[in-house]
């Protein structure tokens, strides 16, 4: 830079300009941490019935809403036109319009699900063939922990128009043991010992009571649905619990859990049988 340009460069930035600039910083900054300080106070202070994703987008609006603001500010006060800014912004927007409507798609989308409520942040859902923890709702996409800790990524006009299955939207659940005995056992001292297994584990629910359903007759054995209630948060717990206490039973009082087999018999070969 020559001395020319130097001087020019300090006769343009006089004390009066240096302290304006330094005033607008200071009221953008000013203003900044105050849109941060509502957007936390409107998040703390929604109701307990908005969701937890609804406060997350009302957070991020206000935020991005005061961004806007301390950035029109700014430049009117640096004497920008902002007819002439924001004429060229609208055609600008038109054609940004056009290029991202897959991300418009997905951001109705989002307004949707979060309007819904379908889930919530914490929810263990089915998502078409995904299956995970809801690790965030945003306008784009939902996030996914899957149970195995891996993270998926969904784009919500993917999700407007597939099938979501809640896992864990209510406390409680139902597990349904779907179980054959053999036509030899004693079906009424199955019932029993499926009772009295209920009754003993403590992570079962008394309410609503066990369940015990005789289904059908098959080829290889008697079918019968035994469920029972527990609290959604003890699911591994139960399910473990509940199946070994079956096998255990069930194996001290000599009821069979028969196999599916088939038998070959060679008629030229008198008393040949093969098991398969």
């Known amino acids: 830079m020559t001395g020319i340009d130097f001087d020019q460069f300090l006769a343009y930035f006089t004390a009066d300009k240096v302290m304006h600039v330094l005033r607008i910083f200071l009221f953008a900054l000013a203003f900044y941490l105050l849109v941060r300080m509502s957007a936390v106070i409107v998040r703390r202070t929604l109701t307990k019935n908005a969701s937890e994703q609804s406060k997350v987008l009302i957070h991020k609006m206000i935020i991005y809403t005061g961004v806007a603001v301390i950035l029109i500010v ?4 640096f004497g920008v036109n902002l007819s002439a800014l924001l004429g060229a912004a609208g055609v ?3 054609a ?3 290029a991202s409507q897959k991300s418009l798609g997905n951001v109705i989308s989002g307004l949707f699900l979060v309007s819904d409520r379908t889930f919530e942040v914490g929810d263990a859902v089915k998502i078409g063939s995904f299956v995970g923890v809801v690790h965030s709702l945003d306008l784009l996409s939902v996030k996914l922990r899957t149970f195995d800790n891996t993270f998926i990524r969904i784009p919500n006009d993917q999700i407007i128009s597939t099938e979501i299955t809640n896992i864990t939207r209510f406390p409680i ?3 349904d043991f779907n179980l054959r005995v053999a036509y030899s056992a004693d079906i009424e001292l199955a019932r029993d ?3 009295d297994i ?3 584990n403590p992570l079962c629910l008394r309410e609503p009571e066990p369940f015990f359903l005789c289904k059908e007759f098959s080829s ?4 019968f649905l035994f469920a029972i209630w527990f609290e959604k948060s003890s699911y591994v717990a139960v399910k473990n619990s509940v199946f070994l206490s079956i096998r255990q039973a069930f194996a001290e009082h000599d009821i ?5 087999q088939v038998k070959v018999w060679y008629p030229e070969t008198e008393g040949r049988e093969t098991v398969l």
């Open 256 to 260: 069979e859990i028969p196999v599916m």
């Open 173 to 175: 659940r139902r597990m």
């Open 198 to 200: 209920a009754e003993k």
């Open 193 to 195: 010992l499926l009772l």
């Open 74 to 77: 700014v430049l009117d006060s």
């Open 220 to 223: 290889s054995g008697i079918e």
């Open 92 to 94: 600008l927007g038109v």
């Open 96 to 98: 940004l319009g056009i």
